[in-house]
């Protein structure tokens, strides 16, 4: 259906926008001219459902589109070019052709965009076939989750119910197709008949912002924190954009700074890629509730338990547990992976979270992160939002690092226009209200985060260790 949509809307509004890169901007009848094209080409190189799961290793952001459009035309699965486990990759780099690479020249590449126009039909599929392999984040190694044509329907046409809220203008994918957000957000888009825009630097973004028709702009909360940062002088708020943000929780200041800046219409995602979008609201309730993703979106049931597996009273905290029709039923080639996070019928993504008393979600937190610092419990989240308030400061992560007794000792990293004292650090901390355990403060440029955005609290660790042993402490 991916390719589907886009040959439809070549045929009903052929001159519309459908795909803007930095270098690139083509019409719906362009890229459909151009996705034929290059389907027929990888056609001609045996490229068909039998060649497995495959990745793309693009020149460019327009070929990474055109090229993972061209695998659906031909009903070829595909994966994130970051999947070590594709069947078959297939890459414009140099380099030596094998088994499991197939180089696409220069020379093949320009022939193949220069050829006379063909069509070619989108081929027929199982609908319980597999589309996508979505990788999940937070983890050493990525577990790969199965995306049915069938599922990737669904997640579409429920996202079509909740995030364009009327708008075709420009769709800004900040993550790209590379992303599960940004690979759904772009199928919502062609289906819709509304502009892709994707691989644009932060720095860019406003002035697309004012010379774009309004739509959406999907980012995470650390790109939304880049791009206020970068907004120049004179910006006015544009307030026929929505925001949409995911891939981790958006602390309260950020959110009110965009809101201010940017446009009102700032909007809390949570999900996964196993269970696609979990719940949406509006930041303007993290001012009340830090944390808060907003309400389950139709179809979907969300269960907050303790231990023991039951439910916890309304308010308390406790696993959140999630059952969705469009959610994964387990993850490729990995039973033991499946039977640890799907159970019962349920998924369980390691969050922490409670309810509030209108039936919206609050996450708090990871539950293997949470830290026990001499008795004092603590989530990292708690401590980072409590410093993101300040205005001196861009990002911040807190993460345990055995000292050399063993003994875990709770550090946070803080990057920032200035080092601010210690104290003063420790009065926001104070004032979060929430139980503080001893601290100790690093600073550093940036914070290492994954592909999705998310915090990489193994790669903070290992930063900080060996930053200790060097000096000796």
Known sequence: MLDAYLAFHARQRPRAVALLTPRRRLTYAELDADVNRFAGGLSGLGLSPASGVVAVEAATPYHKNVLTLALARLAVASTPASDAKADLVVSQRAGPSDGRTLRLSPDWTQATAAAPPVVVASAARDP????????????????????????????????????????????????????ELGFVL????????????????????????????PGLVALTPVQLSDLLRVLPAGFEPRPGWRLLVSGGLLAPA?????????????????????????????????????????????????????????????????????????????????PAATAEAFQGGFFRPGDLGRSLPDGALVVEGRLDERMDIQGVKVLPSVLEHALLEHPGIRDAAAVAVPDAKGEDECWIAVAGERQIARAELLVRLTASGARVPPVRFA???????NAAGKVDRDALRAQLASALTASGV
Not at 196 to 204: G, I, K, L, N
Not at 256 to 284: C, F, K
């Open 128 to 179: 319980d076939g597999l589309a996508r392999v979505l990788l999940s984040s937070g983890l050493a190694e990525p577990r790969r989750v199965p995306l049915s044509w069938r599922r990737l329907e669904a997640q579409v046409l429920a996202a079509a119910a909740t995030y364009p809220a009327g708008r075709l203008g420009a769709w800004v994918l900040s993550l790209g197709v590379e992303s």
């Open 186 to 213: 772009a199928a919502l888009a062609w289906s819709q008949g509304a502009t892709a825009v994707t691989d644009w630097e932060s720095r860019d973004l406003p002035h697309l912002l004012e010379r774009q028709p």
């Open 443 to 449: 600073w550093t440029e940036a914070i290492p985060r």
């Open 254 to 334: 950020v959110a009110r700074e965009a809101r201010l800046r940017l446009s009102s219409d700032v909007q809390v995602v949570y999900g996964s890629p196993e269970t696609g979008r979990v719940a949406m609201g509006p930041a303007a309730r993290l001012d009340q509730a830090p944390g808060a993703v907003g309400w389950p979106q139709p179809g979907v049931e969300i269960a907050i338990v303790g231990p023991d597996g039951q439910p916890v009273a309304e308010g308390e905290s406790g696993e959140i547990r999630i059952r969705s029709d469009r959610a994964a039923r387990g993850y490729l080639d990995d």
